[in-house]
Protein backbone atom coordinates (compact mmCIF):
# COMPACT_ATOMS: atom_id res chain seq x y z
CA UNK A 1 0.00 0.00 0.00
CA UNK A 2 0.98 3.69 -0.19
CA UNK A 3 3.71 5.05 2.22
CA UNK A 4 3.31 7.50 4.42
CA UNK A 5 6.57 8.51 6.39
CA UNK A 6 6.37 11.25 9.41
CA UNK A 7 9.36 12.69 10.84
CA UNK A 8 10.85 12.69 13.98
CA UNK A 9 8.85 10.13 15.56
CA UNK A 10 10.05 11.24 19.26
CA UNK A 11 11.39 14.63 20.06
CA UNK A 12 11.60 16.12 23.41
CA UNK A 13 11.69 19.97 23.44
CA UNK A 14 12.06 22.82 25.82
CA UNK A 15 8.83 24.76 26.81
CA UNK A 16 9.04 27.85 24.44
CA UNK A 17 10.58 26.56 21.76
CA UNK A 18 8.99 25.34 18.39
CA UNK A 19 9.25 22.05 16.66
CA UNK A 20 8.41 21.23 13.31
CA UNK A 21 7.00 17.89 12.14
CA UNK A 22 6.84 16.91 8.68
CA UNK A 23 4.58 14.67 6.86
CA UNK A 24 5.78 13.11 3.64
CA UNK A 25 3.84 10.50 0.51
CA UNK A 26 6.48 8.73 -0.46
CA UNK A 27 4.92 7.04 -3.48
CA UNK A 28 1.47 8.99 -4.28
CA UNK A 29 0.57 12.72 -4.27
CA UNK A 30 -1.58 13.79 -1.57
CA UNK A 31 -4.03 16.20 -2.54
CA UNK A 32 -5.18 16.66 1.18
CA UNK A 33 -3.73 15.68 4.63
CA UNK A 34 -4.57 15.48 7.58
CA UNK A 35 -3.22 16.43 11.27
CA UNK A 36 -4.25 14.52 14.38
CA UNK A 37 -3.88 14.56 17.94
CA UNK A 38 -3.85 11.89 20.32
CA UNK A 39 -3.59 11.81 23.74
CA UNK A 40 -3.53 8.67 25.98
CA UNK A 41 -5.94 6.10 25.97
CA UNK A 42 -7.89 8.32 23.81
CA UNK A 43 -9.15 8.58 20.14
CA UNK A 44 -7.73 10.69 17.85
CA UNK A 45 -8.56 14.29 17.23
CA UNK A 46 -8.48 16.03 13.95
CA UNK A 47 -6.39 19.35 14.36
CA UNK A 48 -6.20 20.48 10.77
CA UNK A 49 -7.27 19.65 7.10
CA UNK A 50 -4.55 20.70 4.85
CA UNK A 51 -4.70 21.03 0.68
CA UNK A 52 -1.91 21.57 -1.27
CA UNK A 53 -1.18 25.30 -2.00
CA UNK A 54 -3.87 26.53 0.24
CA UNK A 55 -4.28 27.51 3.57
CA UNK A 56 -5.29 24.63 6.42
CA UNK A 57 -8.68 24.53 7.64
CA UNK A 58 -8.65 24.46 11.47
CA UNK A 59 -11.07 22.53 13.84
CA UNK A 60 -12.88 24.51 16.53
CA UNK A 61 -10.70 24.76 19.53
CA UNK A 62 -7.72 24.57 17.65
CA UNK A 63 -5.07 27.90 17.62
CA UNK A 64 -4.08 28.19 13.70
CA UNK A 65 -1.48 30.78 15.15
CA UNK A 66 0.26 27.95 17.55
CA UNK A 67 -0.12 24.75 15.35
CA UNK A 68 1.17 26.20 11.85
CA UNK A 69 0.29 23.86 8.85
CA UNK A 70 2.07 24.20 6.01
CA UNK A 71 1.25 21.72 2.44
CA UNK A 72 3.85 23.38 0.01
CA UNK A 73 3.94 20.15 -2.25
CA UNK A 74 1.49 17.56 -3.15
CA UNK A 75 4.29 15.45 -0.77
CA UNK A 76 4.87 17.19 2.01
CA UNK A 77 3.02 18.69 4.65
CA UNK A 78 4.57 20.49 7.77
CA UNK A 79 3.00 21.05 11.50
CA UNK A 80 5.08 23.34 13.45
CA UNK A 81 4.24 23.21 17.29
CA UNK A 82 5.21 27.30 18.37
CA UNK A 83 6.21 28.11 21.69
CA UNK A 84 5.69 24.75 23.01
CA UNK A 85 4.10 24.26 26.53
CA UNK A 86 3.74 20.69 28.24
CA UNK A 87 0.56 20.89 27.52
CA UNK A 88 1.31 20.13 24.08
CA UNK A 89 2.58 16.66 25.02
CA UNK A 90 0.56 14.34 22.68
CA UNK A 91 1.19 12.24 20.06
CA UNK A 92 0.58 13.81 16.50
CA UNK A 93 -0.25 11.56 13.44
CA UNK A 94 -0.95 13.09 10.31
CA UNK A 95 -2.35 10.79 7.10
CA UNK A 96 -2.50 11.67 3.60
CA UNK A 97 -5.30 11.22 1.03
CA UNK A 98 -4.48 10.21 -2.71
CA UNK A 99 -5.82 11.90 -5.53
CA UNK A 100 -7.55 8.80 -7.50
CA UNK A 101 -8.08 6.35 -8.58
CA UNK A 102 -6.23 5.45 -5.16
CA UNK A 103 -9.98 6.29 -3.46
CA UNK A 104 -10.20 7.79 -0.24
CA UNK A 105 -8.63 5.80 2.27
CA UNK A 106 -5.99 8.12 4.44
CA UNK A 107 -2.73 6.86 4.67
CA UNK A 108 -1.29 7.51 8.31
CA UNK A 109 2.17 7.95 8.98
CA UNK A 110 3.83 6.62 11.98
CA UNK A 111 3.58 8.92 14.29
CA UNK A 112 5.24 11.92 16.82
CA UNK A 113 5.64 11.38 20.19
CA UNK A 114 5.90 15.05 21.01
CA UNK A 115 7.21 15.68 25.36
CA UNK A 116 7.44 19.07 26.27
CA UNK A 117 9.92 19.99 29.24
CA UNK B 1 -21.10 18.48 13.87
CA UNK B 2 -20.57 15.57 12.49
CA UNK B 3 -20.07 12.59 15.39
CA UNK B 4 -18.78 8.78 15.54
CA UNK B 5 -19.44 6.77 17.96
CA UNK B 6 -18.63 3.61 19.14
CA UNK B 7 -19.94 1.09 21.75
CA UNK B 8 -18.33 -0.85 23.92
CA UNK B 9 -15.22 1.42 25.10
CA UNK B 10 -13.14 -1.32 26.50
CA UNK B 11 -14.24 -5.22 25.92
CA UNK B 12 -12.36 -7.95 27.61
CA UNK B 13 -12.71 -11.27 26.35
CA UNK B 14 -11.72 -14.77 26.91
CA UNK B 15 -9.08 -16.32 24.21
CA UNK B 16 -11.90 -18.11 21.73
CA UNK B 17 -14.18 -15.86 22.49
CA UNK B 18 -15.82 -13.83 19.42
CA UNK B 19 -15.96 -10.20 19.53
CA UNK B 20 -18.24 -7.50 18.48
CA UNK B 21 -17.68 -3.51 18.06
CA UNK B 22 -20.11 -1.09 16.95
CA UNK B 23 -19.80 2.36 15.05
CA UNK B 24 -22.53 4.61 14.56
CA UNK B 25 -22.40 7.94 12.97
CA UNK B 26 -24.72 11.04 13.23
CA UNK B 27 -25.11 11.37 9.26
CA UNK B 28 -24.98 9.66 6.30
CA UNK B 29 -21.33 8.35 5.23
CA UNK B 30 -19.61 8.14 1.93
CA UNK B 31 -17.42 5.51 3.68
CA UNK B 32 -16.64 4.04 6.58
CA UNK B 33 -12.89 3.04 7.66
CA UNK B 34 -11.83 0.49 10.24
CA UNK B 35 -8.16 0.67 12.10
CA UNK B 36 -6.22 -0.78 14.31
CA UNK B 37 -3.62 0.46 16.71
CA UNK B 38 -1.76 -1.92 19.09
CA UNK B 39 -0.52 0.18 22.43
CA UNK B 40 1.83 2.38 21.84
CA UNK B 41 1.63 2.05 17.56
CA UNK B 42 -0.10 4.30 15.13
CA UNK B 43 -3.37 3.33 13.40
CA UNK B 44 -3.25 0.84 11.10
CA UNK B 45 -5.60 0.36 8.11
CA UNK B 46 -8.04 -2.69 8.29
CA UNK B 47 -10.54 -2.14 5.68
CA UNK B 48 -13.18 0.51 3.73
CA UNK B 49 -16.33 -0.67 3.28
CA UNK B 50 -18.37 1.95 0.40
CA UNK B 51 -21.41 0.49 -0.23
CA UNK B 52 -25.08 0.17 1.61
CA UNK B 53 -25.29 -3.09 3.19
CA UNK B 54 -21.77 -4.09 2.13
CA UNK B 55 -19.99 -6.90 4.43
CA UNK B 56 -16.37 -7.35 4.09
CA UNK B 57 -14.37 -10.29 5.67
CA UNK B 58 -10.67 -11.02 6.22
CA UNK B 59 -9.79 -13.96 7.91
CA UNK B 60 -11.81 -14.21 10.99
CA UNK B 61 -12.84 -10.05 11.10
CA UNK B 62 -16.22 -9.75 9.17
CA UNK B 63 -17.22 -6.23 8.74
CA UNK B 64 -20.41 -4.67 7.76
CA UNK B 65 -21.90 -1.14 6.98
CA UNK B 66 -25.36 -0.40 7.76
CA UNK B 67 -28.12 -0.37 4.53
CA UNK B 68 -28.54 3.85 5.84
CA UNK B 69 -24.85 3.51 5.65
CA UNK B 70 -25.05 5.55 9.09
CA UNK B 71 -23.78 2.49 11.06
CA UNK B 72 -21.01 -0.51 11.18
CA UNK B 73 -19.41 -3.43 12.83
CA UNK B 74 -16.61 -5.46 13.21
CA UNK B 75 -16.51 -9.17 14.55
CA UNK B 76 -13.97 -11.34 15.39
CA UNK B 77 -14.12 -14.30 15.65
CA UNK B 78 -12.48 -17.40 18.24
CA UNK B 79 -10.21 -13.96 19.70
CA UNK B 80 -6.19 -14.34 19.64
CA UNK B 81 -3.89 -12.50 21.72
CA UNK B 82 -2.49 -10.89 18.55
CA UNK B 83 -6.26 -9.27 18.03
CA UNK B 84 -5.04 -6.89 21.41
CA UNK B 85 -5.50 -3.18 20.75
CA UNK B 86 -7.69 -0.50 20.31
CA UNK B 87 -10.37 -0.74 16.79
CA UNK B 88 -11.12 2.75 15.52
CA UNK B 89 -13.93 3.38 13.02
CA UNK B 90 -13.96 6.64 11.19
CA UNK B 91 -15.75 7.89 8.60
CA UNK B 92 -16.38 11.16 5.81
CA UNK B 93 -19.16 12.47 4.42
CA UNK B 94 -18.26 12.70 1.30
CA UNK B 95 -15.29 10.93 -0.61
CA UNK B 96 -13.03 14.06 0.26
CA UNK B 97 -14.63 15.43 3.64
CA UNK B 98 -12.66 15.61 6.98
CA UNK B 99 -11.69 11.64 8.39
CA UNK B 100 -13.60 11.86 12.02
CA UNK B 101 -12.94 8.91 14.05
CA UNK B 102 -14.92 7.04 17.04
CA UNK B 103 -13.43 7.08 20.00
CA UNK B 104 -12.60 3.31 19.42
CA UNK B 105 -12.95 -0.03 21.37
CA UNK B 106 -10.03 -1.28 23.75
CA UNK B 107 -9.62 -5.18 23.36
CA UNK B 108 -7.93 -7.52 25.82
CA UNK B 109 -7.92 -10.81 25.51
CA UNK B 110 -7.03 -13.00 28.17
CA UNK B 111 -5.16 -15.94 27.45
Known amino acids: GAVVSQHPSRVICKSGTSVKIECRSLDFQATTMFWYRQFPKQSLMLMAT?????????EQGVEKDKFLINHASLTLSTLTVTSAHPEDSSFYIC?????????????FGQGTRLTVV | GQQVMQIPQYQHVQEGEDFTTYCNSSTTLSNIQWYKQRPGGHPVFLIQLVKSGEVKKQKRLTFQFGEAKKNSSLHITATQTTDVGTYFCAGSKTSYDKVIFGPGTSLSVIP
Open chain 1, 95 to 107: SARAQPPLGSEAF
Open chain 1, 50 to 58: SNEGSKATY
